[in-house]
């Protein structure tokens, strides 16, 4: 039974009680509470390298990491001795800092499809501003996004859209009318004939294609071969924008994001997470007569009071500067390593699964086959992803809490991490084939 050799949680179990009277949920962000898996969330007290410590003073190996920004570990020294000076200086300061330039200019030089760059918060703001500069430049309404792809909690963008939709069996959300979803176009991801059809059905009225540059919020499931790129031809051809999401995969799958692996060039990317170093900070940014419609230098409006913060711009420069290519070797073996562990255990325990990658992103489907779009990652076998999750947590090692999330590697894995994860992984297996 799933928390049945859980370690002790009883301060998290009574932070949740607290957290549930004040908070809806009792979480901040859905995808924290174990809604799919049952039990309690951990509360977490802090965190170094690979492991995080919750509150009840238990300690496991993070394969979330803060949902993908944290690459180098918790806590790393140049990042936690960056975000101390910058905060000495000032927090914030509504006037333009040199730093923001820097990172600008950080994120101009590893992408290149990427000419100029606008600061923001989250990852919702970045595709938000996105789609509406996309919108205000072509002079069109309608947009297309792929079913299972999550580009935050923006009102057009949460018609079928993964992450926490899918963990919690929600097709889009009240409160979203009928005027903000009514020029989405919901097309299966992968499927380059869906979107011929639909440029065909709405000429002249698609404004932008969004993405995610490999999807990661269905669970790991890469384009594949020829999909980006054509999603590039057609929405040339039909004079659309074509906006890459790399809010997951930016700064992670190599130091120039997705892009650094096919190439493909965005009209727009958006950014988040990694670039961030775990401080709120993310970026949109593109061609630069797309980006100069943008007030003030253009008429399409998108502001920020805390945009650009000092502190977080220090987090994110000191994050890349420290992510040097011995830390992205590092994150491809330790993805290898964590998907030849889970594999093999799964295939011994004889359970039906495809251990997933999208680039050093990880998931495990059961399954028999690959999984290439929502509807495959659905009608996989997710009943037995509870058990398999509990099983591991209760030997330390922290997965995402849903079965359609992706596992996310850091460089600070070692060896102890290693063994810890190859001694739960055998558990976790036979619990999923008994589930
Ligand atoms: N786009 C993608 C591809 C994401 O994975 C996410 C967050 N998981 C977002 C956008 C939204 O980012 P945020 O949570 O920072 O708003």
Known sequence: TPGAHAPASARSAQLFDRASAVIPGGVNSPVRAFGSVGGTPRFIASARGCTLTDVDGNDYVDLI????????????????????????????????????????????????SVEKVRLVNSGTEATMSAVRLARGFTGRTKIVKFAGCYHGHVDALLAEAGSGLATFGLPTSPGVTGAQSSDTLVLPYNDLAAVEQAFAAHPGEI???????????????????????????LCTDHGAL??????????????????????????????????????????????????????????????????????????????????????????????????????????????????????????????????????????????????????????????????????????????AAFDRIAQAVPAAAAAAAAA
């Not at 803060?66 to 200086?89: C, E, F, K, N, Y």
């Open 207 to 233: 404004a932008c294609v969004i993405t995610e540059a490999a999807a990661g919020n269905m669970g790991a499931v890469p384009p594949l071969p020829g999909f980006n790129e054509g999603l590039r031809r």
């Open 65 to 112: 990491c803060s949902w993908g920004p944290m690459i180098l570990g918790h806590a790393h020294p140049a990042v936690v001795d960056a975000v101390q000076r910058a905060a000495t200086g000032g927090l914030s300061f509504g006037a333009p800092t040199e730093s923001e330039i820097e990172l600008a200019e950080t994120i101009v030089d590893r992408v290149a």
């Open 242 to 415: 074509l906006i890459m999401d790399e809010v997951m995969t930016g700064f992670r799958v190599s130091r120039s994001g997705w892009y650094g692996l096919d190439g493909v060039a965005g009209d727009l990317t958006t950014f988040g997470k990694v670039m961030s170093g775990g401080l709120p900070a993310a970026a949109f940014g593109g061609r630069a007569d797309v980006m100069n419609h943008l007030a003030p230098a253009g008429p399409v409006y998108q502001a920020g009071t805390l945009s650009g913060n000092p502190v977080a711009v220090a987090a994110g420069l000191a994050s890349l500067k420290a992510a040097d290519q011995s830390v992205y070797d590092a994150l491809e073996r330790n993805a290898a390593t964590l998907g030849t562990l889970l594999g093999d255990a799964l295939h011994a325990a004889g359970v039906r699964h495809q251990v997933q990658f999208a680039g050093t992103m990880v998931s495990v489907f059961f399954a028999d086959r690959p999984v290439t779009n929502y509807a495959e990652a659905k009608a996989s076998d997710t009943w037995r992803y509870p058990a398999f999750f509990h099983t591991l947590l209760s030997r330390g090692v922290y997965a995402p809490p849903s079965a359609f999330e992706a596992w996310f590697v850091s460089a600070a894995l070692d060896d």
